[in-house]
Every structure is written in structure tokens, then in C-alpha cells.
């Protein structure tokens, strides 16, 4: 009988981690997107973000071949950082990479700082690119 359930924790265990790397990928995909006010809403405090987002979305130009990564893409990089103002400088996270290719910045790799205790709040939305 206790072999029987492997197979159920297993299956739960990468759609739990699917999960997680999902939220990553969504929050990027609604950049790309320009929904701004989608992204908005799944940090704290929306209407801190929603501005900055719409400025984001206006620089980068099209965002194209979005890709979850493992490691961070550059050794040294530009970070434009997105999060609500009482956000302490020191926080607990789940963080996500995912590269990019901005129309008008060219290769970029977003970090994602997602809430631990939740399944999609984000804490801040971080873009690097090449010095």
C-alpha cells in the first residue's frame, strides 16, 4: 500500500513546483502583454506599482523569447527594480529568473520576488540588463 502512493506524491510535488515557476512566468507574460493592471494586482500594494509598470512596459518595447532560467543571466548588470515603498531592504522570497529579449534594450533577465507564504503575491519585479 505505501508504494501505491509514490506515484500520487510524486505527481503532486512537480504540479506544486510547476505552480511556483508558473507565477514567475505569468507576471513576466502579463509585462509582455502590457496588462499592467493585472500585474499590478498581484503585489501588496497596487497602486504603487501600477505607474511604474506602465513606464516599464513603454521602454522595453516588445518583450519576446521568454524562457525561465536557473542562474542569473549576467555576471554585472543594470537593475531597474519595481516594489512597493515600505518594502525593507532585507526580505524573505521565493525568486524566479527569466530572460527575455527587449525590442529596444536587447537581451534582459527579470528576477521575481515572490511572497513564500503565497501561491503568486509579489514582493518586487527586478529587470537587469547589460551595463
Not at 42 to 68: C, D, H, M, W, Y
Amino acid at each position: 500500500m505505501r508504494y501505491a502512493l509514490w506515484p500520487i506524491f510524486l505527481v503532486a510535488a512537480a504540479s506544486g513546483a510547476a505552480a511556483e515557476e508558473s507565477c514567475g512566468m505569468h507576471a513576466v507574460s502579463l509585462l509582455a502583454e502590457g496588462k499592467t493592471e493585472e500585474l499590478a494586482a498581484l503585489f501588496t500594494i497596487q497602486s504603487e506599482v501600477v505607474e511604474p509598470l506602465q513606464r516599464t512596459v513603454e521602454s522595453l518595447g516588445k518583450i519576446t523569447n521568454i524562457k525561465a532560467a536557473s542562474t542569473a543571466r549576467f555576471a554585472q548588470h543594470k537593475r531597474i527594480s519595481i516594489q512597493s515603498k515600505d518594502l525593507p531592504p532585507s526580505y524573505k522570497y521565493q525568486g524566479y529568473w527569466i530572460n527575455a529579449r527587449s525590442e529596444r534594450l536587447g537581451a534582459l533577465q527579470f528576477h521575481i520576488a515572490r511572497a513564500p507564504e503565497s501561491a503568486c503575491r509579489l514582493l518586487a519585479l527586478h529587470m537587469d540588463t547589460a551595463p
